[in-house]
């Protein structure tokens, strides 16, 4: 079961699908809508959840100014026909590679999966 904060530009469709699919999931759009990506990041640490997002900024601010991410953070870019399409493909690949968001800054496009192991710089100390 993945452990999961989605964004809130990820589709209301793919969240429900992952609550349907019994993955703990909490989503932005619901709980804190509008906080700055900052914030966003912090509230993944801070709850443990791999960070599910559309938004490019997440790289700026971990690989650039090297925020805290070792919850993991998985940047969506793909182009779909329609949200259904989007939830199968993205959701398989979540599932297939679910051992491996932990620690990781991942890419998923049409046509790769990008999965880069975070530098120790980039990880929560605690």
């Known amino acids: ?14 969240v429900a699908r992952l609550h349907q699919r019994s993955h703990d999931v909490r989503w932005i759009w619901e709980e804190q809508r509008g906080i700055a990506d900052p914030r966003v990041l912090a509230e993944a640490l801070e709850q443990r959840r791999v960070l ?41 690949v979540l599932e297939a590679y679910e051992s491996r968001w932990i620690g990781h800054f991942a890419v998923i496009g049409n046509r790769k999966i990008r999965i880069v192991e975070l530098p120790e710089s980039h990880r929560e100390t605690r």
Not at 62 to 87: D, P, Y
């Open 52 to 92: 599910l997002t559309s938004d490019k900024d997440f790289g700026e601010l971990v690989f650039r100014q090297g925020k805290q991410a070792s919850c993991g953070v998985i940047l969506i870019r793909l182009v779909t026909r329609s949200q259904a399409e989007f939830v199968d493909r993205v959701l398989s």
């Open 1 to 14: 079961m993945l452990r999961l904060l989605a964004n809130e530009n990820v589709p209301r469709l793919f």
